[in-house]
């Protein structure tokens, strides 16, 4: 009569000791929400919650006042104009004065390049004026002009050198410094070759030759008076 009593008291006791495994899963699920989802699942929630937030913003965007909006708007066209009216402005600046300086210096090469022909010509001319009166003088006159109404076509001038005045390391090259008791130091005393400017452009220096202060001559040493000072 006693031992089925000790049985059932084995059974309740081993049924206690089971796990709870309905309490693991519960508290696993409060931890981790998309625990249990399928992955399509879980992307479908981000999308929904990624498309509340759109709407939200742009229900904020809509509340904004539509007249500071639109003045903003305004502001910010009126200054991107006003930036590319003053680039375009001087993009064309810019063009006009390279298409100018293109033009007046397009021929810089090959007037460089005549100015020695015109320098032997020009000591041609000097030799022939003995015979100013024959006609191939007349003829080198005549052709003479006609270079010099070239170079000015082209804007070409002499550059400004006369003798006498003072040297300008700008549009003079000394050539060599002599002593003159004509003119004072750092004065022009001849010119070697002309010099020319295209425009306000210096294309070549005028060789020049310039004065130097003379030299102090040494007082003369009395030897006698030193012997007789001794």
Known sequence: MGMPMQNDTQKDTEMNTEPDNTQEAVS????????????????????????????????????????????????KWKETAMRTAADLENFRKRMSREKAEAIKFGNQKLIEELLPVIDNFNMGMM??????GSMIYMGMKMVQ???????????????????????????????????????????????????YLLGDRLIRPANVVVSKKADEAEPAIDVEAENSSE
């Open 28 to 75: 696993e699920s409060s931890q981790n929400p998309d625990a249990g989802k399928t992955l399509e699942e879980i992307n479908a929630e981000i999308e929904k919650e990624l498309e509340e937030t759109a709407e939200a913003m742009d229900a904020v965007e809509e509340n904004l006042d539509p007249q500071a909006q639109l003045e903003g708007d305004m502001l």
């Open 127 to 132: 030799a022939a004026e003995a015979e100013s």
């Open 145 to 195: 002009a006609q270079l010099e109404g070239f170079l000015s076509g082209q804007g070409v001038t002499e550059a400004v050198t006369e003798v006498g005045s003072d040297f300008d390391p700008n549009i003079h090259d000394a050539m060599s410094q002599e002593e003159s008791d004509e003119h004072e130091e750092g004065k022009i005393i001849r010119v070697m070759r002309k010099g």
